[in-house]
């Protein structure tokens, strides 16, 4: 059975850090694309970031770029977005993305951005 698991979010101030995991079980993450997306309340799921599985380049949107870092620890199986000089406009629950199968979504995990 292929699972994605988020963890890692929570409230942070304003230029703040923070670490999200994506850990992966049922497939091997290294051979697949990896996509985080988010979704702030009343708007639409965008795509954050994207790691390819092949090369290992990646994807970000231009309002991350500079300040979000994707990641992949192959032996946990587990890809990471480090998230620094957070704004309060960051502030969504976050998904991770794998193109498994008919594709495969975590449950999701809040991050708040607020002073």
């Known amino acids: 059975q292929v699972t994605l698991v988020e963890s890692g979010g929570g409230l942070v101030q304003p230029g703040g850090s923070l670490r999200l995991s994506c850990a992966a079980s049922?497939?091997?993450?290294?051979?697949?694309?990896i996509g985080w997306f988010r979704q702030a309340p009343g708007k639409e799921r965008e795509g954050v970031s994207c790691?390819?599985?092949?090369?290992?380049?990646?994807y970000y949107v231009d309002s991350v770029k500079g300040r979000f870092t994707i990641s992949r620890d192959n032996t946990k199986n587990t890809v990471y977005l480090e998230m620094n000089s957070l704004k309060p406009e960051d502030t969504a629950v976050y998904y991770c993305?794998?193109?498994?199968?008919?594709?495969?979504w975590g449950q999701g995990t809040q991050v708040t951005v607020s002073s």
């Open positions: 790691l390819s599985g092949s090369d290992g380049s990646t």
């Open positions: 993305y794998a193109p498994v199968g008919l594709g495969s």
């Open positions: 049922g497939f091997t993450l290294d051979d697949y694309a």
